[in-house]
Nanobody
Framework: QVQLVESGGGLVQAGGSLRLSCAASGRTFSSYSMGWFRQAPGKEREFVTAINRMRNTYYADSVKGRFTISRDNAKNTVWLQMNSLKPEDTAVYYC?????????????????WGQGTQVTVSS
């Protein structure tokens, strides 16, 4: 069992930056692929980014070049650095562990989820 706790969300102006953190419990963190998904009001949850055990990274086209995912296995933590934020990035961001449904450059789901953190980008 893995528990995930996100932090770092908030309100930011367009063009600004935020850094989300996800702290994970459990001894097997290093063996899990980790990722971030987001859900905007009235929309389905969507893949944002992932990092696997080998530290290979994957990004949705909408965030490539602006977002960066990283992990520290010693700290059981994964981060999402978000730069050049846009109003369309506004959503609840969910940390996810043990991803599945791997496609060419994204995952479709995860076995463990955090509670989510709100990111609001004003225009």
């Amino acid at each position: 069992q893995v528990q995930l706790v996100e932090s770092g969300g908030g309100l930011v102006q367009a063009g600004g930056s935020l850094r989300l953190s996800c702290a994970a419990s459990g001894r097997t963190f290093s063996s899990y692929s980790m990722g971030w998904f987001r859900q905007a009001p009235g929309k389905e949850r969507e893949f944002v980014t992932a990092i696997n055990r080998m530290r290979n990274t994957y990004y949705a086209d909408s965030v490539k070049g602006r977002f960066t995912i990283s992990r520290d296995n010693a700290k059981n933590t994964v981060w999402l650095q978000m730069n050049s934020l846009k109003p369309e990035d506004t959503a609840v961001y969910y940390c996810a562990a043990d991803l599945y449904g791997r496609r060419s450059d994204y995952y479709t789901g995860a076995n463990y989820w955090g509670q989510g953190t709100q990111v609001t980008v004003s225009s």
